[in-house]
C-alpha cells in the first residue's frame, strides 16, 4: 500500500515499543520443518499457475473470440478511490466500455475491489466506489492504546474494519461470484507470508469453495491489507499473513511459467490460432515518491527517504517487468500474443500533504473524481516510464496498447 511507511511515520512513537505488540510466540521452525514448508510453497506456487492456465483455457473455448481480458488492481490504501472511480468511468463509457474481465488480480486495496471489478456490473462499482467515500467514518482504524497488553501485531484497532469488510463480502456478493466462477472466470489476491518470506497467491472461487469459505475469504481480505506493524497480521494455516504489497504491488498472475501451461494446453483443448491476452492495469497509487529537500546531514531524514525510494522505485519496474514479461511470452510462444495497458495517479499529485494520510475523506472524493475523468477522457491509458527520469504530465501521455 502506498501509505505503509507514512503510516509507520505516523506511529513512530508507537514502533518504539512495537516488539511488546508482536503476535504470540510460536515453537521455532526445525530444518525439516522449514524444509517441508519450502516444499510446500513450490508446490503451491505450481499449482495456482496451473489452474490460472486451465480456467483461462476455459475462457477461450466459452468466448470463442481468440481473446483473453486479465485486470490487475494495485495497492494503494486511500488511493484506492482513484481504481473505483476509473472502474466506474470505464465501464460508462459511452465508446469503449469496460470488457467482461476473464481474470481479477488485487493486492491489498486493490484485492478489496475485485469482487466488485469482476462482476462489473454498475451497482457493483458504485458499492466499491461507497467504501471509499465512507472510509474515514466506517473503516478507518482506531489507536488501539492496549496494544502492548492485547498482542495482535498491530498499533490500530482494526475492529471497525472487519465489521465493514464483513458488510461488503456478503453472502449475497458471494452468491453473485459463484455464478461468476462457474463460468470459469476467478479472482486471485496475494498476500505476504512472513514466515516463509515469500508471496502466496490465493484463488477466491477455491476459496469460496470451501466449507469455510466466507469466512476464509474475509480474513484473506484482511491479510492482504494489513500494513505490517500498524494492522495486526492474520494467522492462514498456521502462518503469519500481511499486506501482500511487500512481496510485489501487483500480483501478476498466470506469470511466465503460467503462461507457458496455458500455450501448451490452448491446442489439446482444439484451440488453434493466435489468443490475444490483454492485460489492464489499475495503479491504486503514483508510480515514483514525490521530490523533497532531504537533510543530507540528517540520519533520519537520510533513513526515512531511503524507505520511501526502497518501495516506489519498485513501481515503474514493477510496470516495467510486466512489458518485459509479455515480450518474452509472445516470443516463446506465437500463438499468445500479449497487450499491455495501465493507467496510474499523476505523480505530481504525490506531494499534496492529503497524499501522506491514511483516510482522507476529501482526497478519497478527488482521487474518485480523478480516477472517473481519466476513464471518461480520450487519454486513460499512460506511457511507460523509468526510475531514472521524473514521469510527464498524465495528459501529455497519449499510448495506446504495447503489444508483443
Excluded at 237 to 261: F, K, M, Q, T, W
Excluded at 276 to 304: E, I, K, Q
Aim: glycine fraction near 8%; include cysteine; hydrophobic fraction near 45%.
Amino acid at each position: 500500500m502506498s501509505s505503509r511507511f507514512t503510516t509507520l511515520k505516523a506511529f513512530a512513537a508507537g514502533l518504539l515499543l512495537a516488539g511488546c505488540a508482536s503476535a504470540p510466540e510460536r515453537p521455532t521452525a526445525n530444518a525439516q520443518g522449514a524444509q517441508l514448508a519450502a516444499a510446500e510453497s513450490r508446490e503451491l506456487y505450481a499449482q495456482a499457475q496451473q489452474q490460472l492456465a486451465q480456467r483461462l483455457v476455459r475462457r477461450v473455448q466459452a468466448r470463442g473470440d481468440h481473446t483473453l481480458d486479465i485486470l490487475l488492481l494495485s495497492g494503494g490504501g486511500q488511493n484506492g478511490a482513484y481504481g473505483a472511480g476509473f472502474l466506474r468511468g470505464w465501464q460508462a463509457h459511452p465508446g469503449a466500455p469496460m470488457p467482461r474481465f476473464d481474470l481479477v488480480t488485487g493486492v491489498s486495496t486493490g484485492a478489496l475491489q475485485t469482487p466488485f471489478a469482476l462482476l462489473g456490473s454498475e451497482a457493483a462499482l458504485a458499492q466499491a466506489s461507497r467504501l471509499y467515500r465512507e472510509a474515514a467514518e466506517r473503516i478507518a482504524p482506531g489507536f488501539d492504546w492496549w496494544f502492548w497488553l492485547n498482542r495482535k501485531g498491530g498499533l490500530l484497532d482494526t475492529s471497525r474494519y472487519r465489521r465493514a469488510l464483513d458488510e461488503a463480502v456478503s453472502p449475497v456478493l458471494v452468491e453473485a461470484l459463484a455464478k461468476e466462477f462457474a463460468a470459469g472466470r476467478d479472482i486471485a489476491i496475494a498476500t505476504s507470508d512472513f514466515d516463509l518470506g515469500t508471496g502466496r497467491i490465493w484463488s477466491l472461487a477455491d476459496t469460496l469453495a470451501r466449507p469455510d469459505g466466507l469466512e476464509r475469504a474475509r480474513s484473506l481480505f484482511m491479510a492482504s491489507s494489513a500494513i505490517p506493524g500498524a494492522f495486526p497480521p492474520v494467522m492462514l494455516d498456521g502462518r503469519v499473513h500481511a499486506d501482500g504489497g511487500i512481496v510485489s504491488n501487483l500480483l501478476i498472475a498466470p506469470d511466465r511459467e503460467g503462461y507457458r501451461r496455458l500455450a501448451e494446453a490452448l491446442p489439446a483443448a482444439g484451440v488453434h490460432g493466435p489468443v490475444t491476452v490483454r492485460l489492464w492495469v489499475v495503479m491504486n497509487l503514483w508510480t515514483h515518491a514525490r521530490p523533497m529537500a532531504v537533510d543530507a546531514g540528517s540520519v533520519l531524514s537520510m533513513s526515512r527517504r531511503s524507505a520511501l525510494m526502497l518501495f516506489w522505485s519498485q513501481q515503474p519496474q514493477l510496470l516495467q517487468g510486466l512489458h518485459d514479461m509479455a515480450r518474452l511470452v509472445g516470443s516463446d510462444h506465437p500463438q499468445l500474443k500479449l497487450q499491455v495497458r495501465f493507467t496510474a495517479i499523476p505523480s505530481e499529485l504525490a506531494g499534496d500533504p492529503a497524499a501522506e494520510k491514511l483516510f482522507d475523506k476529501d482526497w478519497m472524493a478527488r482521487m474518485e473524481a480523478l480516477g472517473h475523468a481519466r476513464a471518461q477522457s480520450a487519454s486513460p491509458w499512460d506511457a511507460l516510464t523509468t526510475i531514472y527520469a521524473r514521469p510527464p504530465a498524465a495528459t501529455s501521455a497519449e499510448p495506446g496498447a504495447a503489444t508483443y
